[in-house]
């Protein structure tokens, strides 16, 4: 019985959670929901910058050489663009 | 192990016994002999139900709605940029409602503002297969969801 429990109680416990998603993946999703070519789920070569007014700018790698860089204001906009 | 299943068949059983056959062969022998409800009570009993089959469902929407759009935050199954990504959308599409609004062009742009949205929450869905539960209620609640963005004012 008592086996029984803990086997019950190991199972809740060691269910999996939700899958957590890297940058990398996140980035190359932002990269398509914006329309754009990435050929893949992940990308690299990730670089981040901020300015004084608070705005971002990342630049990464998609799988088929596409560089992008993506831009979100203070404000919480975003844009997407290609490099190359 | 006899016990849990005791212990889940104790909650499982009072569900089937006020639905169940048992209860409809009772109702169905004693109520035409023995007891006649009064017609006012009937009446009462039935416009009660009406009510609160009315009013429970939009209560629970409406607390549904602010769960979800926790759940929809806190997940960890799309990342940051794809959060906000969704979220310029969100506040895109809500834009174009006030817009047509304010033109009153709103029921004549009604069929298009929809197929945005039910293009925007697929999107959702299909970004959200890490977290299947979400996805699902998403989908149950899109009613709910459409009632609501259609709800803000300008």
């Known amino acids: 019985m008592k086996r029984i429990l803990i086997a019950l109680i ?14 990398a993946e996140d980035i190359a999703t932002t990269i398509k929901l914006r329309g754009y070519d990435c050929g893949g789920r ?11 007014q608070g705005n971002r700018t990342i630049q990464a790698t998609c799988p088929n050489g596409v560089r992008y860089q ?3 204001s203070s404000s919480g906009r975003m844009q997407v663009q290609a490099l190359n | 192990m006899s016990s849990l299943g005791c212990a889940g068949l104790m909650l499982v059983m009072p569900l089937y016994a006020a639905d169940g056959a048992d209860g409809m062969k009772q109702d169905a022998v004693a ?3 023995t007891t006649k409800l009064p017609k006012v009570q009937v009446g009462n009993t039935i416009k009660n ?5 009315k009013t429970l469902p939009e209560q629970a929407d409406a607390v549904n709605i602010k769960v979800l759009e926790q759940r929809l935050k806190k997940t960890d199954a799309i990342g940051f940029f794809t959060k906000l990504a969704i979220r310029n959308d969100i506040i895109d599409l809500m834009d174009k409602i006030k817009k047509y609004r304010k033109n009153s062009k709103l029921k004549v742009k009604m069929k298009e503002v929809r197929a945005s949205f039910d293009g925007l929450l697929l999107k959702i869905i299909a970004l959200l297969e890490g977290d299947a539960s979400l ?3 998403l989908y149950v609640g899109r009613e709910s969801i ?3 963005l259609l ?3 300008a």
Not at chain 1, 12 to 22: D, E, H, Q, R, S
Not at chain 2, 49 to 53: A, R
């Open chain 2, 135 to 137: 996805s699902r209620d």
């Open chain 2, 151 to 153: 709800e803000v004012k």
């Open chain 1, 42 to 52: 992940s990308v690299s070569d990730i670089s981040e910058t901020q300015d004084e």
């Open chain 2, 146 to 148: 459409w009632e609501s």
């Open chain 2, 31 to 33: 109520a035409p002999a």
């Open chain 1, 10 to 23: 190991l199972t809740v416990l060691m269910a999996p959670a939700a899958y957590a998603v890297t940058e």
């Open chain 1, 70 to 72: 993506i831009t979100v």
């Open chain 2, 49 to 53: 139900m009406h009510l609160v089959k």
